[in-house]
C-alpha cells in the first residue's frame, strides 16, 4: 500500500525556521495537504494543494515541493506552533487518501 | 463556515457494532463527498472510508473492509459508518471531513473536520 514518510521529530529555537518534509512516490502527481493537530483538537488545514494556504492561517506557514519530497515550512517559529503535522495526499487512483506519521514539532 | 458535528461514539464490547454519524451545516453537504477518519490513542491519522458527494461510491480502508460501511442520507445532510466485528484496533476518536473538491469521485484533501467522537472497546 501506498505511504508517506514524515520524520518523527522536529525541533527548533523560537524564531527559527522549522521544515517538516513528507516523501512520496506519488508525490510529483498528487497535490499534499498539510494540517496541524494540538493535544485533544481536530486537524486543522495549514496548506492545501502543495502552497496554498487557506483563509486565516498565518503567513509563516508555508509549502513547497520538489519531486516526490513536499515541504512545511514554519517560518519564524512561535513557542504556539509546538504540535503535531500530519501531511497527506491520495494514491495514484486517487480514491484513496493516505496519511503521513506525523511529526512532533518541539519548540526548544 | 462550513461545519461538521460527528455523534454516536460510546463504550462497545469487542465483537460488537456501532453507528457513527456526522451532521453536515452552513455548506452544500450534497455536493462534497465525506470521510471518516480515526486516530487510536497517542497515534497518528488513519484513513477509514470516503462516500462520494452522489453516495454511490464507497471506498474504504483494507482492515475495515467488509466491517464497516459508509451511506449518506441526502435530504437529511448526514453521514453515517456502521462498524461491527469491532476489535480493540478499532479504538479511537472517529473524525469527519469534507473533500476539498466537489463533485468528484476522486479526492485531493480534506479542508473541514469535525470535533471527532470517541470510540472505546472493551
Known amino acids: 500500500s501506498y505511504e508517506l514518510t514524515q520524520p518523527p521529530s522536529v525541533s527548533v529555537s523560537p524564531g527559527q525556521t522549522a521544515r517538516i518534509t513528507c516523501f512520496g512516490n506519488a508525490l510529483p502527481k498528487q497535490y499534499a495537504f498539510w494540517y496541524r493537530q494540538k493535544p485533544g483538537q481536530a486537524p486543522l488545514l495549514l496548506i492545501y494543494k502543495n502552497s496554498h494556504r487557506p483563509s486565516g492561517i498565518p503567513e509563516r506557514f508555508s509549502g513547497s515541493t520538489s519531486g516526490t519530497t513536499v515541504t512545511l515550512t514554519i517560518n519564524p517559529v512561535q513557542a504556539e506552533d509546538e504540535a503535531d503535522y500530519f501531511c497527506q495526499s491520495a494514491d495514484s487512483s486517487s480514491l484513496y487518501v493516505v496519511f503521513g506519521g506525523g511529526t512532533k514539532l518541539t519548540v526548544l | ?122
Open chain 2, 1 to 122: 463556515q462550513a461545519q461538521l458535528v460527528e455523534s454516536g461514539g460510546g463504550v462497545v464490547q469487542a465483537g460488537g457494532s456501532l453507528r457513527l454519524s456526522c451532521a453536515g451545516s452552513k455548506f452544500n453537504f450534497n455536493k462534497f463527498g465525506i470521510h471518516w477518519v480515526r486516530q487510536a490513542p497517542g497515534k497518528g491519522l488513519e484513513w477509514v472510508a470516503v462516500i462520494s458527494y452522489d453516495g454511490v461510491h464507497e471506498f474504504y480502508e483494507e482492515s475495515v473492509r467488509g466491517r464497516f460501511t459508509i451511506s449518506r442520507d441526502m435530504s437529511k445532510n448526514t453521514v453515517s459508518l456502521q462498524m461491527t466485528s469491532l476489535n480493540y484496533d478499532d479504538a479511537g476518536v472517529y473524525y469527519c471531513a469534507k473533500d476539498y473538491i466537489q463533485t468528484t469521485v476522486t479526492t485531493t484533501g480534506l479542508d473541514v473536520w469535525g470535533q471527532g467522537t470517541t470510540v472505546t472497546v472493551s
